[in-house]
C-alpha cells in the first residue's frame, strides 16, 4: 500500500486550502493536503463549499503564504473568478494557486491571471501543488511566472496562424460569393448554422410508465457492485496505474493487491451500512424548440401513448437551453425530443442518485486521523458505487421505457454507451448551465 512518512523540522511554509462555495467535491483538494504536509508544509484545509469571507478570514488568522482554490464544477470556475475579482478590489495580493477537473492551464494563466494581476498559477495535480510551494518557499516564483510567459508567447503565435488562414478562408469565400460561383453556395451551405440538425423526428416516442417524479429509498448494493466500472476506480479513483507494466503483469498485480481491497470494501460498506443507496427519477412531457428543450405540466395528462395529447395544449413549466455544435453535425441535445410544430409531446426521463451521508462521514474521519490510504481507497468506492447506480438506474428507466432491447449484454461496454439514449449531467460541454441543476 502507498505509504507517505511526514517530513519532519520547521514547517516550510503555509498554505490555506478550500473548495470553492457552491462544490463539494473535495479529493483533489485532500491529496494537495496529503502532499503538502507529508513535505514539511502546513496546510489550513478549511474544507467544501466556502465562501470568499471564510477563506480570507482563515488566512488572515494564519497568515499563511497562499491560498489554494479548488472545484469540480464548471461551475466553480465562475466562482473562482468572482472570488479573485473581490480580492482585487479588497486589495489582497497573496499568491493564489487554483485546480480542478473543469479548469484548463490556459484560462487559468492567461484569462485569470489578468484578472487577479499576477500571482497566480495553475495546478495539474497535487504534486504541481507541492511545485508551486517549493518555489514560494525559495523565493524563485519567477521560475513559474517565465514558464507561464513562455506557454502564452507559443499560444499567441499558434493563435495568429490559425487566424490568418482563417481570414483568406473567408475572403477567397467573399469572392466566390461576389462572382456567384458555385463555390459560393458550398460555403454558405458549410457556414450557416442551422436551427436543427438531421436528427431524425419520425422515432416512435416511448410510453412512460407514470408522470413526474417517485423515490426509491431501497436499493439493493449487491444489484449496484456489477454496475462499478472497475478501470475507473483502479486506476483513476485509486491511482493504480499500468505504468510499463504488460497486460499480463498488470492483471496479476491487480489479482494479488487490489482485487482483494475490493471484495473487502464491498463486504464492509453493505454490512456496516456505510453505502446508503437512493434514487429519485421520474418522466415529464416535453417538446424541442430550437435549442430549447421546453417540460410541461403533467397533471391528468394519459401516458399511453405520449402523442395523443399535442404540445400547444399543455402548459410550459420548465424550459432548458444548450448549446449547438459549431462543427460536424451541429448537434444540440434538444434535436433528439420531437419538435413543438410537430404537435407531438415527446418523454424527458430525469434521475438523481446518492449513496448517503454516512459514506461522506467516514473518509472525513480518516482523513482527519491521518489513515490517507483507507480514506483514498473509501473515497473512490463512494464516488464510483453512486456512477454505478446512475448506469444501473438509466439502464431501468430504458426497461421501463421499452427502448432497452439495443443494451449491450456486457456491462462494461455499457460504459462506452452501447445502447439507445444518452445521460448527460449539468456542467459538461452539452449541457454547461450549472443553474439547471435547480430546476
Known sequence: EPHLDKAGGKPRGSIVLATVKGDVHDIGKNLVDIILSNNGYTVHNIGIKQPLHAIIEKWQETGADAI???????????????????????????????????????????????????????????????????????????????EIGERLGKRANAERVIAESNAKRNASAQAAAATNSPKSTTVAAVSALPARSAVATDIAIPAPPFWGSRVVEHVELDSIYPFINTVALFRGQW???KGKLSDEEYQAALAETIEPVFARLKTELREQEILQPKVVYGYWPCASEGNDLIVYEHDGLDTTPPTAVKASDLTEVLRFSFPRQSGRKHLCISDFFRPVESGQVDVLALHCVTMGSAVSELTRKLFEANDYTEYLYTHGMGVETAEALAELWHKRIRQELGIAGDDSPKVRELFTQHYRGSRYSPGYPACPEMRDQEK
Do not use: C, W
Not at 75 to 85: A, F, G, I, W, Y
Open 239 to 241: 491511482q493504480f496505474k
Open 68 to 146: 489554494g482554490l479548488s472545484g469540480l464544477l464548471v461551475k466553480s470556475v465562475h466562482v473562482m473568478e468572482e472570488n479573485l475579482r473581490e480580492m482585487v478590489d479588497l486589495g489582497h495580493r497573496v499568491p493564489v494557486i487554483l485546480g480542478g477537473a473543469a479548469l484548463s492551464r490556459h484560462y487559468a494563466e492567461d484569462h485569470l491571471r489578468s484578472v487577479y494581476g499576477g500571482l497566480l498559477y495553475y495546478g495539474k495535480d497535487a504534486f504541481e501543488g507541492l511545485r508551486f510551494m517549493d518555489l514560494l518557499a525559495t523565493d524563485t516564483l519567477d521560475t513559474l511566472d517565465t
